[in-house]
């Protein structure tokens, strides 16, 4: 059976997101009904992503304001905004990905789906666009939060590997 069919992902995803946010941001996000468009977070943008692979493979996106990215910073590092640097915004948010991703992973393998993290990585920039080859639509799962005024959208991607011999 794939693992898209025994998880519960869109549960697994928000609850990650949201309990991260919680405990190391004390952030509570406002979950939204609808997707959020790429176009709605206009200006410059933060993405990071982590991967994972095994039994169960896919990637985390989180997509941000370069705004909304400066004040979790400084929150997490408890410096004042005007004096958090890009080195230190791309740390944070690959941390965020690195606890949302192992909260995924902690729940996969517990379901029987083992997999491994990859390193978090982040994208930085006003206009690009960021595609996953290889990984589908139909196996994905996208959530957007608020926060005040600014938005989260998430997008996990998520797929089993069948590894027969």
């Known amino acids: 059976m794939p693992v898209t069919d025994t998880i519960l992902l869109p549960e697994l995803a928000r609850n ?25 977070q206009g200006g ?3 993405v990071g992503s982590i991967g994972f692979g095994g039994r169960a493979t896919g990637i985390v996106h989180l997509y941000l304001s370069e705004i909304f990215a400066r004040e979790i910073t400084a929150t997490m590092l408890g410096f004042p905004a005007e004096e958090v640097g890009g080195a230190e915004i791309n740390d944070v948010i690959g941390e965020l990905c690195n606890m949302i991703g192992g909260s ?16 978090p990585s982040v994208l930085r920039g006003k206009d690009f666009q960021l595609e996953t080859p290889g990984l589908k639509a139909e196996c994905s799962v996208e959530a957007g939060f608020r926060y005040q005024n600014h938005l989260l959208r ?12």
Do not use: W, Y
């Open 154 to 165: 998430t997008v996990v991607f998520l797929k089993e590997e069948n590894h027969g011999g």
């Open 16 to 40: 990650a997101v949201e309990n991260v946010f919680a405990t190391m941001l004390s952030i509570e996000l406002e979950p939204l009904d609808a997707p959020i468009d790429e176009s709605e």
């Open 44 to 46: 410059e943008r933060v």
């Open 104 to 119: 995924l992973k902690s729940n996969l393998c517990d379901q029987g789906f083992s997999c491994q993290l990859s390193l």
